[in-house]
């Protein structure tokens, strides 16, 4: 048996994915191991050593030791991947132990915090605010506590009397605490995609119609930019749409002077020419905003009609849009799209009805009849504006349903495990906007984007690994 622990208990495992790409995993028997935010690096806990050894799990070469307390028992890093908290398990004696936090950045321990007598299981809150350690005592007398941090300076709180000897800790996945991109600012929605480790927002610009976009990288944004080239700037009066097709990132937009819609591609560097969503059939036309998403190698579109208010989509292959295929039902506004890869050969597109209901149609494989299904109703949901969807993989996958609450202006959300019915309807903590929110997926992290409420402009966004 190893020290620190208690005679005839084996510790479980515990697997923990953190947020905001971070995807910080707790294993804890024999030690714990995590992983970090871009570049990937992982952090195993040495017990006989008193050490953490880092390695990069691209190339599985380990870096230098790094220096913690005696006897390191378990290791959890916080949501943005900046600090990973190691508890430090030699104590035992009835006096307190400590963890030390590491910095992921350069990868040096920081000053240990003390906590209670012989620390053993860590975690750390979805928000990032908060680590949690569990004092697992003495073998002849467990302290039956466990020790709050303060992420932000590194303080202990006041201990929190638990059952006796505790060991592992997990918490409750949900999602971070909301902030702000800070430049952004909007009178429409946001959209949302997730490319190359980056999450990519995009907005219609409150004064300029410019539509403006940025990257984050787990921790930081980058500058806001324009959608803009030697071409000139893309102008819009509505929500963009954001997909990553290719390997570019493809951004679709209703003229600012009229009712086509537009696209463009990203390259890392590069806008490619604004183009009019077009071919020998006519050009797309709608009062709203576009919605894209990519199924079984294409590019597809959705948009509401100007003029009859249908659902409409085609689908584009690199080269050339097919014809516009008209489903019967009628949206309030833009629809959403998102592809299920894991059914394979479905996809989903989803409305507002004129009575605010959100209704939506399972389509499956390509071509006009593709959307023949029935018309469905999204249980307990109400909105003015557009719906969002997002489809989180796994071994059967998740549909994510997010909508404005046409009574609250709090954005609801709804949940379909392998398309088998939807989940209660939940609200996200504190998010309140007045216009439609935008969903994306990446790194099994689910992001939620939205515009302040009322009058207030700016872009928020947070992050859940398992909202349910």
Same mark, same amino acid.
């Given at each position: 048996?190893?020290?620190?622990?208690?005679?005839?208990?084996a510790?479980a495992?515990?697997?923990?994915?953190?947020?905001?790409a971070?995807?910080?995993?707790?294993?804890t028997?024999?030690?714990?191991?995590?992983?970090?935010?871009?570049?990937?690096?992982?952090?195993?806990?040495?017990f006989?050593?008193?050490?953490?050894?880092p390695?990069?799990?691209?190339?599985?070469?380990?870096?230098?030791?790094?220096?913690?307390?005696?006897?390191?028992?378990?290791?959890?890093?916080?949501?943005?991947?900046?600090?990973?908290?190691?508890?430090?398990?030699?104590?035992?004696?009835?006096?307190?132990g400590?963890?030390?936090?590491?910095?992921?950045?350069?990868?040096?321990?920081?000053?240990?915090? !003390?906590?209670?007598?012989?620390?053993?299981?860590?975690?750390?809150?979805?928000?990032?605010?908060?680590?949690?350690?569990?004092?697992?005592?003495?073998?002849?007398?467990?302290?039956?506590?466990?020790?709050?941090?303060?992420?932000?300076?590194?303080?202990?709180?006041?201990?929190?009397?638990?059952?006796?000897?505790?060991?592992?800790?997990?918490?409750?996945?949900g999602?971070?605490?909301?902030?702000?991109?800070?430049?952004?600012?909007?009178?429409?929605?946001?959209a949302?995609?997730?490319?190359?480790?980056?999450?990519?927002?995009?907005?219609?610009?409150?004064?300029?119609?410019?539509?403006?976009?940025?990257?984050?990288?787990? !921790?930081?944004?980058?500058?806001?930019?324009?959608?803009?080239?030697?071409?000139?700037?893309?102008?819009?009066?509505?929500?963009?749409?954001?997909?990553?097709?290719?390997?570019?990132?493809?951004?679709?937009?209703?003229?600012?002077a009229?009712?086509?819609?537009?696209? !463009?591609?990203?390259?890392?560097?590069?806008?490619?020419?604004?183009?009019?969503?077009?071919?020998?059939?006519?050009?797309?036309?709608?009062?709203?905003?576009?919605?894209?998403?990519?199924?079984?190698?294409?590019?597809?579109?959705?948009?509401?009609?100007?003029?009859?208010g249908?659902?409409?989509?085609?689908?584009y292959?690199?080269?050339?849009?097919?014809?516009?295929?008209?489903?019967?039902?009628?949206s309030?506004?833009?629809?959403?799209?998102?592809?299920?890869?894991?059914?394979?050969?479905l996809?989903?597109?989803?409305?507002?009805?004129?009575?605010d209901?959100?209704?939506?149609?399972?389509?499956?494989?390509?071509?006009?009849?593709?959307?023949?299904?029935?018309?469905?109703?999204?249980?307990?949901?109400?909105?003015?504006?557009?719906?969002?969807?997002?489809?989180?993989?796994?071994?059967?996958?998740?549909?994510?349903?997010?909508w404005?609450?046409?009574?609250?202006?709090?954005?609801?959300?709804?949940?379909?495990?392998?398309?088998?019915?939807?989940?209660?309807?939940?609200?996200e903590?504190?998010?309140?906007?007045?216009?439609?929110?935008?969903?994306?997926v990446?790194?099994?992290?689910?992001?939620?984007?939205?515009?302040?409420?009322?009058?207030?402009?700016?872009?928020?966004?947070?992050?859940?690994?398992?909202?349910?």
């Open positions: 048996m190893r020290a620190g622990r208690h005679p005839g208990r510790r495992a515990l697997l923990a994915l953190a947020l905001l971070a995807a910080a995993v707790n294993v028997a024999p030690g714990g191991v995590a992983d970090a935010a871009t570049p990937p690096n992982a952090y195993v806990v040495n006989g050593s008193d050490t953490v050894t390695f990069d799990t691209a190339t599985n070469t380990a870096g230098t030791p790094i220096n913690v307390g005696g006897n390191p028992e378990d290791i959890a890093i916080t949501p943005n991947g900046a600090t990973a908290y190691v508890a430090n398990g030699d104590n035992g004696t009835g006096t307190d400590t963890v030390t936090p590491i910095s992921t950045a350069t990868n040096a321990p920081g000053t240990p915090v !003390s906590v209670g007598d012989n620390p053993l299981g860590i975690a750390v809150s979805p928000d990032g605010t908060t680590a949690y350690v569990t004092n697992g005592g003495s073998p002849a007398g467990g302290s039956d506590t466990a020790t709050p941090i303060d992420t932000a300076t590194n303080t202990p709180g006041s201990k929190i009397t638990v059952g006796n000897t505790p060991d592992g800790i997990a918490i409750q996945p999602w971070t605490q909301q902030a702000t991109q800070p430049q952004a600012a909007t009178t429409a929605g946001p949302a995609a997730y490319s190359q480790g980056d999450l990519y927002v995009a907005w219609k610009g409150a004064t300029t119609d410019h539509v403006g976009y940025a990257a984050y990288n787990g !921790s930081t944004w980058a500058p806001q930019q324009n959608v803009s080239g030697s071409w000139g700037t893309a102008l819009t009066t509505n929500i963009p749409a954001l997909a990553v097709y290719n390997g570019d990132l493809y951004a679709a937009w209703t003229g600012q009229s009712n086509d819609i537009y696209y !463009s591609a990203y390259n890392g560097t590069t806008w490619t020419a604004q183009q009019t969503i077009s071919g020998s059939w006519g050009s797309a036309g709608t009062n709203a905003g576009p919605a894209l998403m990519v199924f079984d190698g294409d590019l597809y579109a959705g948009w509401r009609g100007t003029t009859s249908h659902v409409y989509y085609s689908a292959n690199g080269t050339t849009w097919a014809p516009q295929v008209a489903l019967s039902p009628t309030a506004d833009a629809p959403a799209l998102v592809a299920d890869p894991i059914a394979g050969g996809w989903i597109i989803a409305w507002t009805t004129s009575s209901a959100i209704d939506y149609i399972y389509c499956l494989g390509t071509g006009a009849g593709a959307c023949s299904g029935p018309v469905n109703t999204l249980p307990g949901a109400a909105t003015s504006t557009s719906p969002a969807l997002a489809f989180m993989g796994g071994d059967t996958g998740t549909l994510y349903v997010a404005k609450d046409a009574t609250s202006n709090q954005i609801g959300y709804e949940a379909s495990f392998d398309n088998a019915g939807f989940t209660p309807q939940e609200l903590p504190q998010a309140l906007t007045s216009a439609a929110p935008a969903l994306a990446g790194a099994y992290t689910l992001y939620t984007a939205w515009k302040g409420n009322g009058t207030n402009q700016q872009v928020w966004f947070a992050a859940a690994n398992t909202p349910y």
